[in-house]
C-alpha cells in the first residue's frame, strides 16, 4: 500500500543516529498485541519511549488513553480534565535530537489540545488556558531531550524524571504529589521519600523544549531541592515547594 508518511529525514541521520521512523500501521499493530493493548487503555499504566523520535508510539498510546478518558470519565469538564491530565503524566520520553524532541512534545500537546476541545464542546463550557498549561507543564517534565544509553543531558547533567503518584481519587478529582527520580536510580530501583525534588538547575535545562512558554517562577528560581506538597492534578503548574 502506498503511503505519503516520511519515515527517513536524512541518509546522514540514518548512518548517525538510526533515525528511521515507524509506520503508523506497524505502530498500531504493536500497540494491539497482548498485554500492551490492555495498558494503553489503562489509566495508571505508565510507559518510557527511550528513543522517542518524534513521537509516534506517544502519541498513538495518548490518543488511545484519552479515547478511554473520554469515554469513561466524562461525565464533566472537570471530571474529564483531571483524567485526561492524568493520563498525559503517565507517558515518557527521552531523545537525542532536539528537533525531534521538540516535535514529540508540539505532537503531543496537539493530541491532547484535540481531545480536550472535544470534551469542552460536548459539554458546552469555556476552554481554560489552565488545563492547557498545566498539559505543556507535564509534557514539558515527561519528555526530555537526552542520551538514553548515557542517562545524561547534553550537558552532563542526569536526565531527571517526574513520578506523578496519584494520591486521592474520586470521580470527580485527582490528586497528585510529584517526586523526581533520576534515570540511574530508576534503574536501581531508588525508593525515595514521597515529594522529593533534585536541584532546580537540571529542571531548567530540560524545560526547554517549549520555549515559548512561560513557565512562571520555578525556572527562575534555582533555590537547593525542597518538597513537592500534594495537589490537585490541575494544579501542577501553580504547584508550590514547600520547606520541610
Ligand atoms: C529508529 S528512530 C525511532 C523513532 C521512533 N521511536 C519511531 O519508532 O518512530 C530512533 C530515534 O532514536 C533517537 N536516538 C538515537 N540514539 C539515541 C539515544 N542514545 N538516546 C535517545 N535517543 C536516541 C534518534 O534520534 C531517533 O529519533
Redesign the pocket.
Known amino acids: 500500500m502506498m503511503t505519503s508518511e516520511k519515515l527517513i529525514k536524512s541518509k546522514e541521520r540514518v548512518q548517525k ?6 509506520p503508523s500501521w506497524m ?1 498500531q499493530k504493536m500497540l494491539d498485541t497482548e498485554g500492551v493493548k490492555e495498558a494503553c487503555e489503562n489509566l495508571i499504566a505508565t510507559f518510557l ?6 513521537g ?2 506517544l502519541v498513538a498510546i495518548l490518543r488511545r488513553k484519552l479515547t478511554m478518558v473520554s469515554e469513561q470519565h466524562n461525565s464533566s469538564i472537570r471530571q474529564y480534565t483531571h483524567y485526561s491530565l492524568y493520563a498525559l503524566s503517565t507517558l515518557y520520553g ?4 532536539e528537533d ?1 524532541a521538540q516535535m514529540c512534545v508540539m505532537n503531543l500537546f496537539e493530541v491532547y489540545k484535540d481531545f480536550y476541545e472535544e470534551s469542552v464542546k460536548k459539554h458546552n463550557e469555556k476552554q481554560s488556558e489552565n488545563t492547557l498549561s498545566n498539559a505543556k507543564f507535564i509534557i514539558s517534565k515527561n519528555i526530555v531531550q ?5 542517562r545524561k543531558l547534553s550537558s552532563g547533567d542526569p536526565i531527571v524524571f517526574s513520578e506523578w503518584e496519584m494520591t486521592k481519587q474520586t470521580t470527580t478529582m485527582i490528586k497528585v504529589q510529584r517526586t523526581e527520580y533520576s534515570l540511574d536510580e530508576i534503574f536501581a530501583g531508588n525508593e525515595k521519600e514521597a515529594g522529593t525534588a533534585v536541584e532546580l538547575a537540571i529542571e531548567f535545562e530540560q524545560m526547554d523544549l517549549f520555549s515559548d512558554f512561560d513557565f512562571g517562577s520555578e525556572s527562575e528560581n534555582d533555590e537547593p531541592a525542597q518538597k513537592y506538597k500534594e495537589v490537585y492534578i490541575t494544579e501542577v503548574y501553580d504547584e508550590v515547594k514547600v520547606d520541610e
Open positions: 543516529h538510526g533515525e528511521v521512523f515507524t505502530v519511549e527511550p528513543a522517542a523520535g518524534d509516534n508510539f527521552i531523545e537525542l535530537l525531534n537526552g542520551n538514553f544509553l548515557t
